[in-house]
């Protein structure tokens, strides 16, 4: 266990010190903080659902603790019809090939 102090120290230091600062504030900024970092998720989560063409309304799974892993980690894995869709074809060529077919 000695060869993974380094790293529980690495992971304290980056991910429970600033939580610590934060929870040991008055309870109103504590909750505040947690606040806009929920709201900031779903606004996140909503974009991007959108973007992939679902329902941001689906950023709602990620306020239950487990099953936000799980979402991101299955959505990463779907079609995204805005990638998977054939690149539209710049304007100059449309109208040089729309000239060519006149003459």
């Known amino acids: 266990m000695e060869m993974f102090d380094p ?10 010190q600033p939580w610590a ?3 040991s504030s008055d309870p109103w900024t504590a909750n505040l903080v947690m606040a806009i970092l929920l ?8 974009w991007v659902l959108a973007k992939g ?9 990620l306020l239950i603790n487990g099953a936000d892993i799980l979402a991101i980690w299955l959505y990463a894995y779907i079609r ?3 990638v998977d869709r054939a690149p539209a074809r710049p304007a100059a060529e449309s109208t040089v090939a729309a000239d060519a077919g006149t003459d």
Do not use: E, T
């Open 7 to 16: 790293v529980v120290g690495l992971l304290n230091a980056v991910y429970w």
């Open 21 to 23: 600062a934060i929870m």
């Open 39 to 46: 709201m900031l998720k779903l606004i996140f989560g909503g």
């Open 53 to 61: 063409g679902r329902s941001p309304l689906w950023a709602l799974v």
């Open 80 to 82: 995204w019809p805005f």
